[in-house]
């Protein structure tokens, strides 16, 4: 082979490895519109939001049947019987029936606080439409279930419609006598209070004063 033949092969030799790197390229070339795509999926319009009215509903439903178990095996097990003493003198279980509020206050206003939880009920409800914390759903969720586990007692137990009185049964030494529901709705309350100190708003959004 002559020098001339040589010299005019040297050049085709060297543009092969130049071929051979850009085939990767040209091979990868159609796997691109795939990567655009996982990137418009991920920019594109957020997936809707989801309401908390399952974990609303949840809590408030185990509040409310906790409560009522409790108050039915307090009734009758305890009532008209000697306090039991769950943590000495501090801490017992006495059967009293309650005409006012939580905690005993408001004896006389049996009628007014029946509206009263009735009210908050309806309004929690309606407040689930735009719930999308899941805090504020555990939180109302307390409230919800509390305030209509004492509603079932005013409105079926004796002496009457929106009359009945309240089981409490966990007596506190120096303090008062309370239910579970009355437990939930101080818990729901202090968490909503927390909750408003951080900003956190019902519908998920954070707002800073």
């Given at each position: 082979m002559s020098e001339a033949e040589r010299t005019i092969?040297?050049?085709e030799d060297s543009s092969r490895p130049e071929k051979d790197e850009t085939a990767p390229e040209q091979a990868a070339g159609p796997a691109e519109p795939a990567g655009e795509a996982?990137?418009?999926?991920?920019?594109?319009?957020?997936?809707p939001r989801r309401r908390r009215?399952?974990?609303?509903?949840?809590?408030?439903?185990?509040?409310?049947v906790l409560d009522l178990l409790t108050k039915i095996a307090a009734v009758e097990w305890l009532e008209h019987q000697r306090s039991i003493e769950v943590i000495g003198d501090w801490v017992?279980?006495?059967?009293?029936?309650?005409?006012?509020?939580?905690?005993?206050?408001?004896?006389?206003?049996?009628v007014f606080l029946t509206a009263v939880a009735a009210t908050v009920v309806v309004v929690i409800i309606r407040l689930a439409?735009?719930?999308?914390?899941t805090p504020?759903?555990?939180?109302?969720g307390m409230l919800l279930g509390g305030a209509f586990g004492n509603l079932t007692d005013r409105l079926f137990r004796a002496p009457g419609?929106?009359?009945?009185?309240?089981?409490?049964?966990?007596?506190?030494?120096?303090f008062s006598v309370f239910n579970l529901a009355d437990s939930a709705i101080v818990c729901g309350g202090i968490l909503i209070v927390i909750l408003s100190f951080r900003g956190l708003d019902p519908d998920g959004t954070v707002h800073k004063d």
């Open positions: 092969e040297t050049p996982g990137d418009g999926a991920g920019t594109g319009p957020a997936a009215i399952g974990v609303l509903a949840g809590v408030a439903g185990f509040a409310f017992r279980f006495s059967v009293i029936r309650n005409g006012g509020a939580a905690f005993g206050f408001g004896e006389a206003l049996t439409r735009k719930l999308y914390s504020w759903a555990i939180a109302l419609v929106f009359e009945g009185h309240v089981v409490d049964f966990i007596s506190v030494q120096h």
